[in-house]
């Protein structure tokens, strides 16, 4: 919405039917496959996967962004997916993505999804750059998509996206995936759940592939071993209550 602090995290998974379609479309459907083949990897492993809501007439920014420094994992074998729900434009806040940008070897200090810039820069991090005053010194580019168009990234390209000026909302649904060289990585809190889950590794870890919270979706597995649908909530003393009020102004902007 306009107020970021307007919007609450969920309290419970969607009932049943929803539920149960959230879960075939990361363990049935081609998105693992597709994952894994972008990132040349011969497995992929499902870090996690978000719905976002851009309500009609929201004045809320996504800052650019790379992702991979909000999460608990290093590698080169890592992507997300952006699914719209929704027919995607600009106008109603679509995301732009630099191109080649995950090649330039920097890594950038994410930037508070409540509007705030964080000054606090980790070891080896950068600011962001100010890239809306400059952008003709990037190569930025945008899709327009239609419902169940799904765009690949990798997790270090850097991406943005503006406000909603349209009357109708803007939906999407990600899913943030890892390959076969990824290893789990301990990473201070900074806005949300994705780096403040206990996942009972160790820093430098590889991931399970029978893992619960971080389980594998390719090669496919039987319907008999996909893990049971979890919310974040139903996980006691894994999540702080400062990255619960991160990741309720976050719900709302990507």
């Known amino acids: 919405s306009s107020s970021p602090s307007s919007c609450s995290p969920p309290s419970h998974l969607p009932d049943p039917g929803p539920r149960a379609a959230l879960r075939e479309l990361v363990f049935d459907s081609p998105l693992g496959e597709l994952a894994a083949t972008m990132m040349r990897s011969e497995t992929c492993g499902l870090l996690f996967d978000i719905a976002f809501v851009k309500d009609p007439r929201s004045s809320h920014h996504t800052p650019w962004h790379q992702d991979t420094p909000y999460?608990?994992?290093?590698?080169?074998?890592?992507?997300?997916?952006?699914?719209?729900?929704?027919?995607?434009?600009?106008?109603?806040?679509?995301?732009?993505?630099?191109?080649?940008?995950?090649?330039?070897?920097?890594?950038?200090?994410?930037?508070?999804?409540?509007?705030?810039?964080?000054?606090?820069?980790?070891?080896?991090?950068?600011?962001?750059?100010?890239?809306?005053?400059?952008?003709?010194?990037?190569?930025?580019?945008?899709?327009?998509?239609?419902?169940?168009?799904?765009?690949?990234?990798?997790?270090?390209?850097?991406?943005?996206?503006?406000?909603?000026?349209?009357?109708?909302?803007?939906?999407?649904?990600?899913?943030?995936?890892?390959?076969?060289?990824?290893?789990?990585?301990?990473?201070?809190?900074?806005?949300g759940y994705e780096d403040s889950r206990d996942l009972g590794l160790a820093d430098g870890d590889p991931f399970p592939p029978g893992h619960e919270l971080v389980p594998r979706v390719w090669p496919k597995r039987p319907r008999s071993g996909w893990p049971t649908p979890r919310h974040w909530h139903d996980l006691p003393g894994t999540v702080r209550s400062a990255s619960q009020m991160m990741a309720a102004k976050k719900l709302n902007t990507d």
């Open 71 to 191: 999460y608990q994992i290093r590698g080169t074998q890592l992507c997300g997916t952006w699914m719209s729900l929704d027919p995607t434009t600009l106008a109603n806040g679509g995301l732009e993505w630099i191109r080649g940008s995950h090649k330039w070897g920097r890594t950038f200090e994410p930037d508070l999804f409540n509007g705030e810039f964080n000054t606090d820069l980790r070891l080896g991090r950068e600011q962001i750059p100010d890239i809306d005053n400059h952008r003709e010194d990037y190569d930025i580019v945008h899709f327009d998509t239609e419902p169940g168009d799904v765009i690949v990234d990798h997790s270090l390209v850097v991406h943005g996206g503006g406000v909603n000026s349209t009357g109708q909302p803007r939906r999407v649904i990600t899913h943030h995936f890892f390959g076969d060289d990824a290893r789990f990585q301990e990473t201070p809190p900074s806005r």
